[in-house]
């Protein structure tokens, strides 16, 4: 069953170029999400210096074996990130199955 993650985040001002820049640099990075079953990954705009990473995978297990590497990949970013509130920190994480698909 098709499985996503989405990560929230919040850019500090003036260092969104930097963040946005950094997504698909680390080649070995990208190969380790391919063998793991990533589909696609996306980051959206949702406002000002917000943004959402959305990633489409085969299966949670995918999500599960990457997640080393994805926090490895989000630790090199975490000084360019504003912390949330409300105790989140500088991402609020979500993942889950696709329960229900729509499809032209």
Not at 22 to 47: Q, W, Y
Not at 63 to 80: F, H, N, T
């Amino acid at each position: 069953m098709t499985a996503f993650n989405v990560v929230r985040m919040r850019v500090k001002p003036g260092r969104e170029k930097e963040v946005l820049s950094s997504f698909g640099s680390d080649p070995e990075l990208k190969a380790k999400l391919k063998a793991n079953g990533i589909r696609k990954l996306s980051v959206i705009n949702t406002g000002e210096r917000s943004f959402c990473i959305i990633g489409e995978w085969n299966d949670m297990n995918g999500i599960v074996a990457s997640r080393p590497e994805m926090i490895k990949a989000l630790d090199l970013q975490r000084d360019l990130l504003e912390d949330l509130g409300a105790g989140l920190g500088v991402t609020d994480p979500v993942s889950g199955e696709a329960v229900v698909e729509i499809v032209d």
